[in-house]
Structures are given as structure tokens and as C-alpha cells.
């Protein structure tokens, strides 16, 4: 992929709240996929790990028992030495830290259909917030909607565009409560993205709010 075509990256938030882990495990997830993609936020993530650090190296000192040193070299003696993990091999759509969930590529991923021609699969995380991928045909829209809370959508396959951009592989759009929009997927080719959030939807439709209790997006 050509790291100079993502033009829509992390915020300071994102950035920060990943480095520090206090991200709930869904949108976790988006952010390492997507620095896992992007060279400029693997960078900027380091710049804030750095700092982390030296707030570490500053805090007070405290104190511990004369034996721990020992016994933590003891525990690390007892752990049997763990097997060479075999290298993942490439997948054309899905980066490593989306691999470990799905369980292997794009082949292994178990869609589930929602209506108009759009499927997904919900991956397995905290309650604190869901994560799912999205397979929406070429040329397709997904229902006028707005937010309840924060909604991160990553590109993996295709390109959308909606009233604020337009989004190819790479490229991370970050909705609020601020946003109603309408995605449509490019024509050409069929749309897969990686979406989490931590709060329902509100779609304006009706049709879309039946659907949306049996779907849970």
C-alpha cells in the first residue's frame, strides 16, 4: 500500500489514549490497525510513548521488599520457553492486528448479512465499546445516520465517500455527535471497512432503526 495516500490519520486523542491504554479494547483495535498502515501516526505514536516514559522515569521511587528482585528472576526461571512463533503470512486485506481476531485473512472473516446488500462481522472485544467489519457493495449507501458517541471507520478495501471526505485503504474517518452523514461506497470495487463504537447509532429511517436492534450496530 502506498503510505502517501492516506490523508485521513489519528487524532492527539487517539494518539494518546492508546499509548497510555485507557481506549476501550474496540477502538484499541482501529488505532493499531491503522498505525499498523500509516508510517506518519507509527511516528507520532512513538513521540507520545517517549513522553510516557519520561513521566515514568520522573515519578517517585517506591519502595519494595530486599527478596523481589530474587524472586522475580526465580518466577522467570520456572516459565517454560516458549516455541517460536511462525510469522503470519501476508493477507491482502486484513493488517496483522486484525488477523488475530478474525483468526487468518479476508477468506476466514464470517459475514453476516444486514440488509441492502451490506454484511459484517462482529468481532469479539469489551463491552466498554463493539467493533465490527463492514462489507458494503460497490456503489452502495449506508443509511443516513448520526451519532450517539464517537465512531471510528477504518478503510481496509475500497473507498466511501460521504458530506465530509472521501476515505480510501488507509484512511481513518472520526465521527461525533456532531455528524450526520451518509457513506456511499466508490464504484469499482466493494467497500471493507473496520468501524468500531461506543454507542448505538442513531439512523434516521425507520426502516434502518427496525433493523438496527437485530444487527446491534
Not at 153 to 174: H, P
Request: hydrophobic content about 45%; aromatic content about 6%.
Amino acid at each position: 500500500m502506498d503510505m502517501a495516500k492516506i490523508k485521513h490519520h489519528l487524532n492527539d486523542a487517539l494518539l494518546m489514549g492508546y499509548s497510555s491504554g485507557t481506549l476501550p479494547e474496540a477502538f484499541n483495535l482501529v488505532v493499531a490497525t491503522h498505525i499498523s498502515m500509516c508510517d506518519d501516526c507509527r511516528a507520532a505514536l512513538a513521540e507520545f510513548d517517549a513522553v510516557g516514559g519520561e513521566v515514568l522515569e520522573a515519578a517517585n521511587d517506591v519502595a519494595v521488599g530486599a527478596d523481589s528482585y530474587a524472586a522475580t528472576l526465580a518466577k522467570i526461571a520456572q516459565k517454560p520457553t516458549a516455541a517460536p512463533v511462525p510469522a503470519k503470512p501476508a493477507d491482502p486485506v486484513l493488517p496483522v492486528p486484525l488477523r488475530d481476531y478474525v483468526k487468518g485473512g479476508v477468506d476466514a472473516i464470517k459475514w453476516r448479512r444486514v440488509g441492502g446488500g451490506v454484511r459484517q462481522m462482529v468481532l469479539e472485544t469489551s463491552s466498554s465499546a463493539s467493533v465490527r467489519l463492514l462489507h458494503i457493495p460497490a456503489g452502495t449507501a449506508v443509511p443516513d445516520h448520526g451519532h450517539r458517541g464517537l465512531e471510528l471507520t477504518l478503510v481496509l478495501q475500497g473507498a466511501f465517500a460521504d458530506e465530509e471526505d472521501r476515505f480510501g485503504v488507509g484512511d481513518l474517518e472520526i465521527a461525533n455527535e456532531d455528524l450526520n452523514h451518509t457513506p456511499v461506497a466508490e464504484p469499482g470495487m466493494d467497500c471493507i471497512c473496520l468501524a468500531a463504537t461506543d454507542a448505538p447509532l442513531k439512523f434516521n429511517g425507520l426502516l434502518p432503526r427496525l433493523f438496527q436492534r437485530f444487527v446491534g450496530i
